[in-house]
C-alpha cells in the first residue's frame, strides 16, 4: 500500500550462481553470492508494465586463497575447513545440474552422500566419501571434500586395498567357520548347525531350538549346545524319528 492506494509490481530474483543487474530504481540489490536479495524494477501503472526488466548475469568469484587447497588444507581440521565452505557447487534449483560435481573416487560406494551443515548463519556444502567392500581409506582423517567457489577443496580421499587376510592364520578371526571370497577379498564367517551368527560377523551362539514350537517335539524338549533333545512323559517312548512319542504297550 502506498498513499492508501494498493500498488503492484514485480520482484525478478535469478537462480544460483547469478546476481541480477540493468534497470533502474529497485531495491534489494543482487547479493555477491548469487541469487540473492530480489530487484522491483517493473511496476504497473494506468495498465501497463513500466521500467526496465533487469538481467542475471554470473557471479564472478574471486580465486580462493593458497591456505583452501590440499598441503595446508591437510593442516586444518573437518571443522576449520566446513568454515572456508560455501553452497556454490549446486544449484538451488532441483532441475538445474550440479555446478560442480564432487571428484569421482577409484573403489569408492557409488552413493557418496553430498551433506550440508548451517555454519554462522551459511549453508555449507561437502561429500562423505566411503570405500566398497575390501577397501578402506588411506587414511580415515581424510574423507571428505568441502565445496569452495564452485570447486573441491581438500586433501583427496584414496581408497586402498584391505590388508590380505587368510582363513589359515587364526581362523580369520571367525569364532567357527572360516571362508575366503576372493572376488572381493574378503573373509566370511559362518557357523555350524544350531549356532546363529552375532552382528559382529564373527562370533556365534548357540540357537534354543526348543524356543520355536518346541522343538517339534511332541513331549518335552531339552536344549544342548549346538543341538537338542526330545523326549517323553511316562508311559510313552521316543520313536524313531526322534520327535514323535508314541504310548508304551505294557506286557502283563
Known sequence: MYDGLPRLYATYHCKWGFKPSGGGGGGGGGGGGGGGGGVRNVYCQNGQWLGSTPKCQTVVYEEPSQMDFSGIASTLSHDELLLRADYTCIDRSPYDDMAAPPPTLKN????????????????????????????????????????????????MPKCVPEPKKSCSSNNGGCSQLCSEDRGRRLLVCSCKDGFQLQPDKVSCTDVDECEVNSGYCDHLCDNTVGSFTCSCFPGYSLQKNSRSCSKTNLVE
Do not use: M, Q, T
Not at 112 to 138: K, T
Not at 139 to 154: D, E, F, Q, T
Open 108 to 155: 569408492a560406494l557409488n552413493n557418496n552422500p553430498l551433506r550440508f551443515v548451517i555454519l554462522e548463519g551459511r549453508p555449507r556444502l561437502y561429500v562423505e566419501y566411503a570405500c566398497s567392500d575390501g577397501f578402506r581409506l588411506e587414511n580415515a582423517r581424510y574423507a571428505h571434500l568441502y565445496c569452495r567457489n564452485k570447486r573441491w577443496i581438500g586433501e
